[in-house]
């Protein structure tokens, strides 16, 4: 039986809670980790109609990209929208997870869905906002124990390469070793020299991750006395950060992109700021609010910027610093998370043949109308 716990520790193995802008709040926002769980509502964000889409389809949890609490709450009240839906929300035991700018910086999230819906190349990091030193972890495994510690030690939070996880490199061998008075061996006798068929698994493990990922494979590892290395890694830190800048497949007037945009994200309205006929080749993509980033991407050289819930003054400021700017929305920019949300946890829970539903919210669109 899969529990709440359980699928936090698979998005956060995604999603690192450190990955996250500083003060940002993800992670589990209500209810009990130890509560089963067999449906799974995925949604952008909570909403009153949200709340009761899940009550109404008997889910145990909730995972969403924006916050249900994103501030200290002070009351919860029946006369307010806001107090009204968590109270419904705790009534029903419905449990509620967010990733919030983890999910925005990691390979894979919010931005490089951007990316990928826009077909831009050539992409890089539009503002770092974490450099993570990784270290390597090799520890000799009789072969009975082998998948079990390789499975602790990826559900720890090790193994992940850019958009792959669970990657390991495994050398079998001949471990030997003569325990002593006082030893109690998993294999082998008091006094007797042993020669074991074993697999030296290597992996490698962010430094956030390092203490819980040693703790899960000393914790699933037959051996009373546990051989295992740690090294620091040479290459440069790996860098992690919010939105993405890359170059279109083809260059076109910004007008022109700006159809293409509304296009490629279903979006029910585009607007934009600059030179319609200016020519576009390389674009910086953030979903969400991003214009806290605009200098960023003028700086990396962007030819326009892509984000949404622009303001008035900071398009004034954009278009004097030379960046036109297109406006796709909130909603627009981000919504193409939530089936990748959806995807990835019905895979770890296939991985592990249980039976889990993930589907989701049908509840939750694009707020405004455009005439």
């Known amino acids: ?62 995972v969403s990209h924006h916050a249900v609490l994103y501030r200290p709450a002070d009351r919860i009240r029946e006369d307010d929208p806001a107090g009204r839906m968590l109270r419904r929300l705790i009534q029903a035991d419905v449990a509620v997870y967010n990733a919030h700018t983890n999910l925005d910086v990691v390979p894979g999230g919010v931005n490089d869905q951007l990316v990928e819906r826009l077909g831009l190349l050539d992409v890089e990091v539009l503002a770092p906002t974490r450099h993570e030193r990784m270290f390597k972890l090799a520890v000799f495994v009789p072969v009975d124990h082998h998948r079990r510690v390789l499975d602790a030690v990826c559900s720890a939070g090790a193994g992940w390469i850019g958009g792959y996880s669970s990657c390991t490199f495994n050398i079998p061998g001949k471990g030997t070793f003569k325990p002593e008075e006082g030893a109690n061996p998993y294999i082998g006798s008091v006094g007797k020299l042993e020669e074991v068929d074993e697999i030296r698994l290597e992996t490698v493990v962010p430094a956030d991750r390092l203490n819980a990922v040693v703790d899960a494979m000393l914790a699933a590892h037959a051996y009373e006395e546990v051989a295992y290395d740690v090294y620091p890694l040479e290459q440069p830190a790996k860098t992690f950060g919010i939105g993405r800048i890359g170059t279109l497949a083809q260059p076109m007037a910004l007008k022109e992109l700006a159809i293409f945009i509304k296009e490629r994200l279903d979006a029910p309205g585009v607007r934009f700021c600059g030179e319609g006929t200016k020519r576009v080749s390389r674009l910086a993509v953030l979903g969400g609010s991003g214009m806290g980033w605009a200098e960023e991407a003028r700086k990396k050289g962007a030819d326009a910027f892509l984000t949404g819930d622009v303001k008035h003054h900071d398009a004034l400021d954009a278009l004097a610093a030379g960046l036109p700017v297109i406006d796709a929305g909130h909603y627009s920019t981000e919504r193409w998370i939530v089936p990748v949300i959806v995807a990835y946890l019905q895979a770890r829970a296939a991985a592990l043949g249980t039976l889990l539903e993930v589907f989701p919210s049908d509840r939750i669109r694009e707020p405004f109308a455009f005439v």
Do not use: F, H, N, S
Not at 14 to 31: E, S
Not at 33 to 61: D, F, I, S
């Open 1 to 62: 039986m899969v529990k709440v716990g359980d699928i936090v520790a698979w998005m956060d193995e995604w999603a690192r809670p450190a990955l996250a802008i500083d003060g940002d709040p993800v992670g589990l926002q209500l209810g009990d980790p130890a509560k089963p769980v067999t449906k799974v509502l995925a949604t952008l964000e909570l909403t009153p109609a949200v709340a009761e889409e899940a009550v109404a389809r008997g889910v145990e949890l909730v």
